[in-house]
């Protein structure tokens, strides 16, 4: 069994913005996946980190990333 937290971030980008904030997400440390999606959010990406407060960190990132309008943090079981 693996000691890594596991968390899927749903984001709300400014109109037009997703595929800009993807690029940006995959260059933020502990993400291992960045897509858009269609629906009610834009984007979402995967994150993968030891600790909870390395999670934090990443997840502070992701939120500081300009375009972005919304999160959601879904963390894994």
Same mark, same amino acid.
Request: hydrophobic share 45%.
């Given at each position: ?6 968390? &899927?971030?749903? +984001?709300?980008? *400014?109109?037009? $913005? ?9 260059? =933020?440390?502990?993400?291992?996946? /960045?897509? %858009?999606? &269609?629906?009610?959010? *834009?984007?979402?990406? $995967? ?5 909870? %407060? %390395?999670? *934090? @960190?990443? +997840? %502070?990132?992701? !939120?500081? +990333?300009?375009?972005?309008? !919304?999160?959601?943090? @879904? =963390? /894994?079981?």
């Amino acid at each position: 069994m693996s000691n890594q937290v596991v968390a &899927y971030v749903l +984001i709300v980008t *400014d109109v037009g $913005k997703e595929h800009e904030v993807v690029q940006q997400l995959l260059e =933020i440390e502990g993400i291992t996946l /960045a897509q %858009t999606v &269609y629906g009610e959010f *834009d984007a979402i990406c $995967k994150l993968e980190c030891n600790t909870l %407060t %390395t999670l *934090d @960190l990443s +997840i %502070t990132k992701v !939120r500081k +990333i300009q375009s972005i309008i !919304r999160t959601m943090t @879904l =963390i /894994a079981g």
